[in-house]
């Protein structure tokens, strides 16, 4: 079975500001997809960034990229220029590669609040 | 993008009474919907896979005579909590899969069981 551990419960950044989110997971699988999703507290969930485990490339999306360390088995996420609007918990989640599109693995989440 | 919707937001009923949640895909077919349940600061736990046409597909732990599930259509899933309890109070979230194999969320509904 495959399971994701977000170590921080919480973090605080300074708007402007970078800040990174941790996410390990463990799997036996080589081929994978990774995805952050973010929170907000209107509560709908919305995709951050995706990686595909076979892609050395880390995945970046405008002020979003990760850091992705396959064999660490390590996916952290870093938000840069940081903005009052990213204030949210976010959610670091695996799938398996031949399961696209089914099911999520969630880590439990870290609640980041950016300060003004 | 992709929309999905759920319907109500947010719902309070008696202990012993049924509740019904609806996941609606508003702008793309979805074969396939997802039934989650979060606690308060909590991740997401997988309930249900929702296949249209067919039963079900029942997480282990969950109880199926629990929460009834029907995906009727292409566009429409539906979650029935039966004698709702104190217990059952959490937030539900549906996702649906485009035929692309993407997943959309909506926007959850929050159920409190007095």
């Known amino acids: 079975a495959q399971t994701v551990t977000q170590s921080q419960p919480e973090m605080s950044v300074q708007e402007a500001e970078t800040v990174t989110l941790s996410c390990t997971y463990d799997?036996?699988?080589?081929?994978?997809?990774l995805f952050w999703y973010k929170q907000p507290p209107s509560r709908q969930m919305i995709l951050v960034i995706r990686?595909?485990?076979?892609?050395?490339q880390n995945a970046t999306e405008n002020r979003f990229s990760v850091n992705f360390q396959k064999a660490a088995k390590s996916f952290s996420l870093k938000i840069s220029d940081s903005q009052l609007g990213d204030t949210a918990m976010y959610f670091c989640?695996?799938?398996?590669?031949?399961?696209?599109?089914?099911?999520?693995?969630f880590g439990a989440g870290t609640i980041l609040r950016v300060k003004s | 993008g992709a929309v999905v919707s759920q319907h109500p937001s947010w719902v309070i009923c008696k202990s012993g009474t049924s509740v019904k949640i609806e996941c609606r895909s508003l702008?793309?077919?979805?074969?396939?919907m997802f039934w989650y349940r979060q606690f308060p600061k909590q991740s997401l736990m997988l309930m249900a896979t929702?296949?249209?046409?067919?039963?079900?597909?029942?997480e282990q732990g969950v109880e199926k005579d629990k929460f009834l599930i029907n995906h009727a259509s292409l566009t429409l899933s539906t979650l029935t909590v039966t004698s709702a309890h104190p217990e059952d109070s959490s937030f539900y979230i549906c996702?649906?899969?485009?035929?692309?194999?993407?997943?959309?969320f909506g926007e959850g509904s929050r159920l409190t069981v007095l």
């Open positions: 990686q595909e485990a076979y892609k050395q």
């Open positions: 929702s296949n249209e046409g067919s039963k079900a597909t029942y």
């Open positions: 799997t036996s699988e080589n081929n994978y997809y």
């Open positions: 996702s649906a899969r485009d035929r692309g194999g993407e997943l959309f």
């Open positions: 989640a695996f799938m398996k590669h031949e399961e696209y599109g089914n099911k999520l693995v």
């Open positions: 702008d793309f077919q979805a074969t396939t």
